[in-house]
Structure formats: C-alpha cells, structure tokens
C-alpha cells in the first residue's frame, strides 16, 4: 500500500500505479478500492483520464510507516517489511 500512495504521490493513472507497484489488474483494484473505503487516496478527473492522488491522511500514515520500518530494521538488521515471503515461523503442530 505504501508504493501505491507513494507513486499517487502527485496524482498518477491506473496503468503507472500497476507498473511502479507490480500489481496485476485485480490486485490494483482491490488496494484502490480500499484505499479510497479509508480515504488513503482519491480520485480526480482530468481530461477525460481517472487521477489517483493521495489524501493529506496517506501522508500521515506513510511518515507512520516509515517509523515502523525504521523500528523493526534496527531491532532485527532485516527489512521485514520490504519482503513478500512471510518471515514468521510456520506453526509447530
């Protein structure tokens, strides 16, 4: 979610969101949807083209983020937070 309101940064169209965040089709509207249910990003028009731009509130919950990022590099030397495998241990069974 972060790359997203990070590309929206300055308003930007579905197709540069995808790219910049290597989302599928369905991945990107599911986030776009979400986003603008929690008023993370809204929607403009511009000439004729639909522009997602970041709220005031995204910028709040990036620097948040970020703190977060920053919290759990220092304690454990991984960015955690930057991998798509999940980095806890399986249950034991």
Excluded: H
């Excluded at 308003?11 to 991945?27: E, H, N, P, W, Y």
């Excluded at 949807?33 to 709220?55: A, C, D, H, Q, W």
């Amino acid at each position: 979610m972060a790359e997203i309101l990070d590309v929206a940064r300055k308003g930007t169209v579905k197709t540069q969101i995808m790219c910049r965040a290597d989302l599928s089709f369905t991945q990107l509207k599911g986030y776009i949807s979400f986003l603008r249910e929690v008023n993370l990003l809204k929607v403009n028009t511009e000439n004729g083209k639909t522009i997602y731009v970041r709220t005031p509130k995204a910028v709040e919950y990036l620097e948040t983020f970020a703190q977060i990022k920053s919290l759990m590099k220092k304690n454990s030397g991984q960015d955690f937070l930057l991998t798509r495998a999940p980095y806890w241990p399986k249950p034991e069974e």
